[in-house]
């Protein structure tokens, strides 16, 4: 079986071209602010961030009624629009075969711990109307004959539930999004970055943003700024990519994390993130599962003399082990303590970062297959695990060379990186191990609502995951929430019509906040305070963590934020002010996830998820093939941490930590239409009474 697909096609799927946005009204009103004149915008309500879960909420709203507005830093920036993989994942109910089991998949979802569970039974029972609802909008998911939708295995998913439109799956998303919204009538305010989150100060809770718009900058208002009043305030600023040097985000992911302390916000999971392999964001960032490593190419890193070393031979006892091992990376790819064990799949992660670590590059080159551990036979297609051959055999990739292999399963995959001029037909790929996504985020309950009443938060910037998830939950928890949040915005009613109550004093207030931060004889700039954050989370809390050292980095981020409140931030220019803004928030979020962990781990949190915790006298350690690792023996995790989450919360300038036990979800109960039907029809469902905190217990 070959695949001939004609190149119109891989084009449409790798070019994705968004649609155009119209240009956006100024504002008719003004507001004075401290002597400042400032435009003044409102409607019923803003969403921040126009990436797949922010448009899939504003749209949603939009049909139900409700007054919109987008503010977005860049309309089509962000993780949906700009990141990818092989075969960018949707995990959703399975169409395809006998269907599938919502509580099963609920099941699989938080398998991990830490996770709660009725958010998780959301997700899979929202999965279906998700993906039918995207299908509609016009987003190409694959089908067989008869309708069933094209399935495949991904990470932590034993059953098949992934699917993909290719490398592009969720700027495909974003795409059919955009162009609902347009056709809706929203307004997209672009080049706009929200920097503060305005409260009433009486406890009924958000009124609306503080924003940096490019637009709006002039000689009386030379920052910028502009205030947008609104009854309901959605956060969909996604994942906070910025925090990590070795980071395979796109450039430019502030996420809201900040933003959200500084308003009060409890953050939750901040210990949770994923790591895996891709290229990074310096060139072209992408990620390296699928089809990539399913090829299994040679793996190899260069010294400074320009010395090859075949490093994985050191540490796999047999050429099928090292090849196997390679190959599950498609469907294993981020980065696991426990697959570390065992001669597992983690342990090319753990290869890859000690290879960075002794100053080595390490590249992919699909020209080559793997080479032999020394003292075993050469690789061969014949001898690899069973898996391994069962699936390369149904594929058909039985092609002698890795390229041909990947060209046979998934020619989007060579197709895309050579549209960012990187011929990997030609050339070696260089890569490593980068953050990727946040597990955790703003806590919310199965409303999509946060702690600050009428705030909501969606997608990667709230905290709806666990410990870890399959791949592509979190496309779908974004389309998932973003429907049930405007659900439950457009039921209350309140954002029916343009904000009229007064926001001169939280405007104030949040005016006098953003310029104490630019302070122009600041010995701290955007450019150090970065390198600051960064160098920090990726070398002392990536995927390995030593107890010790996470403490010291706390300290140290501690110092920085306590100097950052003294002496600011020095912006180079005006048009530089939001991203000091940004960097001082980072700075912060940075603080929150070394506080929770440093909890965590003083608390004797073991290796979870992406991080294992080096320890001394932890039960685990890795093995190679030339011996044990002991600088790498890590500590078990513990099963009651499962149970519980973490929360932070930032309060009169201090940090608080807390931990509550997940919610949980009755399998055995059932509905009942004549008994449940009033609910739904009086509205009840929504549970308007309540705030988030008492909804979480
Ligand atoms: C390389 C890579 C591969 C991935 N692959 C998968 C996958 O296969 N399956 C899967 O499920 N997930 C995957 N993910 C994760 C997934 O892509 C993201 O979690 C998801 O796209 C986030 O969507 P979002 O709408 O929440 O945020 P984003 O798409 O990041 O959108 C955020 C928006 O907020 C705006 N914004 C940010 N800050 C501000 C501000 N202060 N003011 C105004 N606007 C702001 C941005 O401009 C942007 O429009 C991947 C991530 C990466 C990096």
Redesign the pocket.
């Known amino acids: 079986m070959t695949i001939d697909v004609p190149q119109s096609i891989l084009d449409a799927l790798t070019d994705v071209e968004m649609p155009r946005l119209p240009s956006d009204r100024t504002a008719s009103e003004q507001i004075e602010v401290d002597g400042r004149t400032l435009p003044l915008y409102r409607s019923g309500c803003v969403v921040?961030?126009?990436?797949?879960?922010?448009l899939r909420t504003a749209v949603e709203l939009r049909r139900r009624g409700g007054e919109v507005l987008v503010?977005?830093?860049?309309?089509f920036?962000?993780?949906?629009?700009c990141?990818?993989?092989d075969k960018?994942?949707?995990?959703m109910a399975n169409t395809a075969d006998r269907g599938d089991n919502y509580k099963a998949m609920a099941r699989a979802i938080r398998a991990g711990g830490a996770m709660d569970e009725d958010t998780a039974y959301v997700e899979a029972v929202g999965s279906s109307r998700a993906m039918a609802s995207l299908q509609f909008l016009g987003l190409p998911l694959p089908q067989d004959a008869l309708g069933g939708t094209l399935r495949y295995q991904t990470d932590h998913d034993e059953v098949g539930r992934a699917t993909s439109c290719g490398p592009r799956t969720?700027r495909l998303m974003v795409k059919v999004l955009a162009e609902e919204a347009l056709r809706l009538g929203i307004p997209i305010h672009n080049q706009?970055?929200?920097a503060r989150i305005l409260t009433d100060g009486n406890g009924a809770g958000v009124c609306g943003v503080l924003a940096f718009r490019s637009k709006d900058r002039n000689p009386g208002n030379p920052l910028g700024l502009a205030v947008y009043q609104a009854p309901v305030v959605v956060l969909?600023?996604?994942?906070p990519g910025e925090l990590y040097r070795d980071s395979?985000?796109p450039n430019g992911?502030?996420?809201?994390l900040g933003?959200a302390l500084e308003a009060g916000i409890d953050l939750v999971n901040l210990t949770e993130s994923q790591f895996g392999i891709?290229t990074r964001r310096e060139g072209f960032?992408?990620?390296l599962s699928g089809t990539y490593v399913q090829a299994m190419p040679h793996i190899y890193s260069v010294d400074a003399k320009g010395v090859e070393h075949p490093f994985l031979t050191q540490y796999y006892r047999s050429t099928q082990e090292l090849a196997s091992n390679i190959f599950r990376k498609g469907y294993q790819w981020p980065f696991h303590s426990t697959r570390m064990l065992d001669f597992g799949s983690s342990l090319v992660d753990l290869a890859i970062y000690r290879e960075g670590e002794a100053g080595r590059r390490v590249f992919m080159d699909f020209n080559r297959n793997p080479l032999a551990v020394p003292g075993d036979a050469a690789f061969s297609l014949h001898r690899l695990d069973d898996d391994v051959r069962s699936y390369l055999g149904t594929a058909g990739a039985n092609q002698s060379l890795p390229i041909d292999r990947l060209r046979h399963m998934n020619p989007l995959a060579i197709e895309l990186y050579r549209r960012y001029k990187v011929d990997i037909v030609a050339a070696p790929l260089e890569f490593a191990v980068n953050n990727?996504?946040m597990n955790g985020g703003i806590a919310v309950d199965t409303w999509g609502r946060s702690s600050l009443a009428n705030c909501y938060a969606v997608?990667?910037?709230a905290g709806t995951h666990g410990v870890t998830r399959p791949?592509?939950?979190?496309?779908?928890a974004?389309q998932v929430f973003g429907t049930r949040v405007a659900e439950h915005i457009a039921a209350s009613g309140k954002a029916k019509a343009p904000f009229a109550a007064d926001v001169g004093t939280a405007s104030l207030h949040a005016v006098a906040q953003v310029v104490a931060i630019l302070q122009p004889e600041s010995r701290w700039t955007v450019k150090s305070v970065r390198a600051d954050v960064q160098a920090r989370m990726s070398d002392k809390v990536g995927i390995l963590c030593h107890v010790d050292a996470v403490t010291q980095a706390l300290g140290d981020a501690q110092a920085l934020n306590a100097d950052l409140r003294a002496t600011g931030i020095a912006p180079g220019r005006a048009s530089e002010a939001a991203r000091a803004v940004?960097w001082q928030q980072m700075a912060l979020a940075s603080e929150a996830v070394l506080v929770a962990l440093d909890h965590y781990i003083q608390n004797g949190g073991g290796s979870r998820g992406a991080r294992a915790i080096c320890d001394p006298d932890g039960a685990c350690l890795p093995m190679t093939k030339g011996g044990p690792l002991e600088a790498y023996r890590f500590r078990k995790d513990r099963a009651e941490h499962r149970e519980e989450q973490i929360i932070v919360r930032l309060q009169d300038g201090r940090f608080h930590v807390s931990t509550r036990t997940n919610r949980s979800f009755d399998e055995n109960g059932k509905c009942f239409f004549e008994r449940d039907w009033p609910t739904w029809l009086t509205g009840g469902i929504y549970d308007l009474a309540h705030s988030v905190e008492e909804a979480a217990c």
């Open positions: 921040v961030g126009s990436g797949a879960a922010g503010l977005s830093q860049s309309a920036g962000g993780t949906s629009a990141s990818g993989s960018q994942t949707l995990h969720s706009t970055t929200v969909a600023a996604g994942g395979v985000y992911c502030f996420g809201s933003l891709g960032p992408w990620n990727q996504h997608g990667e910037a791949g592509g939950a979190a496309l779908n974004g940004q």
